[in-house]
């Protein structure tokens, strides 16, 4: 036990000094160019995302490190908390808060936009790098994972782009029908940096990370209790929950359907190339923010 807490201890600091290295070395080379964050204010903001979004990893991996020196293996609970629900916590306690106090923040929806616009965004990168240290810490690798075929990865594209077509219909008729109720439905963009960041997750690590826990993690824990059907049909709940967005709560809980029986019928590959693709085309047409 204490060889491993000595080894577990020195693995995390010589981690954690590696970041804290390159955030010197950033700093280091900014100050030797003259920068001046004064000059810009979306200067600054960018800066400070790009140090969010480097040490957004690396808290995630601490807090799955965590759970792996606390005795949380094989525990798919756990993750779907600390991934998902801890960060919804944190928002309805700022979103109490700011009510308390009756901030201006809550004035016109502004609260509402800096979540959409910036919370969200960095949500969707916390989840995901949370599944993927899980599916790295947590679990045994599994052995579902398997390489995939030509046909099977052109099934998973075909499956993709039909699932993304189709929610991008079926949110188009929402999208309508809210607008002839009076209720306009705006998303703010989220910042350049975080959002090519989230383009760029979105489109790789995202489709891999969720597919590998929800397949080979989730769906063979709630295996062990219940039928395969319900098993497919709350992962599909779950995944559509967790999106935390209300207009995709149906077309992601489609998806999760989708993915699953993909899943079922080829392997892991091509439904991480399906949801990649499903990606891509929310993305390409502007709804991956839609509430």
């Given at each position: 036990m204490k060889t491993f807490l000595q080894s577990s201890v020195g693995k995390i600091i010589r981690f954690v000094f590696i970041f804290l290295f390159v955030a010197a070395a950033v700093f280091l080379l900014l100050r030797r160019m003259n920068w001046q964050p004064l000059q810009s204010a979306n200067l600054q903001y960018n800066l400070v995302l790009a140090i969010l979004l480097v040490f957004l990893p690396l808290a995630a991996f601490l807090v799955v490190w965590a759970l792996r020196f606390w005795g949380y293996r094989r525990k798919p609970w756990t993750v779907l908390v600390t991934a998902y629900a801890l960060p919804l916590l944190a928002v309805i306690i700022i979103h109490l808060r700011l009510m308390a106090v009756d901030s201006p923040l809550l004035a016109g929806g502004l609260s509402a936009n800096i979540y959409r616009s910036t919370w969200q965004p960095l949500y969707y990168l916390w989840q995901t790098f949370v599944l993927l240290f899980s599916g790295w810490f947590l679990f045994p690798r599994s052995g579902a994972v398997r390489s995939a075929s030509f046909k099977e990865m052109m099934a998973g594209l075909v499956t993709g782009l039909g699932l993304g077509l189709g929610a991008a219909f079926f949110c188009s008729i929402l999208i309508h029908q809210f607008r002839l109720s009076g209720r306009v439905i705006t998303t703010p963009d989220p910042p350049g940096l975080l959002l090519w960041m989230v383009l760029a997750v979105g489109l790789t690590l995202s489709p891999y990370a969720v597919q590998y826990f929800y397949r080979t993690?989730?769906?063979?824990?709630?295996?062990?209790?219940?039928?395969?059907?319900?098993?497919?049909?709350?992962?599909?709940?779950?995944?559509?929950?967790?999106q935390a967005r209300l207009l995709l709560l149906p077309v992601a809980f489609a998806a999760g359907l989708g993915f699953s029986l993909l899943f079922r019928r080829t392997a892991l590959w091509p439904a991480a190339v399906a949801h990649a693709v499903f990606n891509l085309v929310l993305f390409g047409l502007g709804w991956f923010l839609v509430i």
């Amino acid at each position: 036990m204490k060889t491993f807490l000595q080894s577990s201890v020195g693995k995390i600091i010589r981690f954690v000094f590696i970041f804290l290295f390159v955030a010197a070395a950033v700093f280091l080379l900014l100050r030797r160019m003259n920068w001046q964050p004064l000059q810009s204010a979306n200067l600054q903001y960018n800066l400070v995302l790009a140090i969010l979004l480097v040490f957004l990893p690396l808290a995630a991996f601490l807090v799955v490190w965590a759970l792996r020196f606390w005795g949380y293996r094989r525990k798919p609970w756990t993750v779907l908390v600390t991934a998902y629900a801890l960060p919804l916590l944190a928002v309805i306690i700022i979103h109490l808060r700011l009510m308390a106090v009756d901030s201006p923040l809550l004035a016109g929806g502004l609260s509402a936009n800096i979540y959409r616009s910036t919370w969200q965004p960095l949500y969707y990168l916390w989840q995901t790098f949370v599944l993927l240290f899980s599916g790295w810490f947590l679990f045994p690798r599994s052995g579902a994972v398997r390489s995939a075929s030509f046909k099977e990865m052109m099934a998973g594209l075909v499956t993709g782009l039909g699932l993304g077509l189709g929610a991008a219909f079926f949110c188009s008729i929402l999208i309508h029908q809210f607008r002839l109720s009076g209720r306009v439905i705006t998303t703010p963009d989220p910042p350049g940096l975080l959002l090519w960041m989230v383009l760029a997750v979105g489109l790789t690590l995202s489709p891999y990370a969720v597919q590998y826990f929800y397949r080979t993690i989730l769906e063979p824990y709630w295996a062990k209790t219940y039928s395969e059907p319900v098993v497919i049909l709350m992962t599909a709940a779950v995944f559509a929950l967790v999106q935390a967005r209300l207009l995709l709560l149906p077309v992601a809980f489609a998806a999760g359907l989708g993915f699953s029986l993909l899943f079922r019928r080829t392997a892991l590959w091509p439904a991480a190339v399906a949801h990649a693709v499903f990606n891509l085309v929310l993305f390409g047409l502007g709804w991956f923010l839609v509430i």
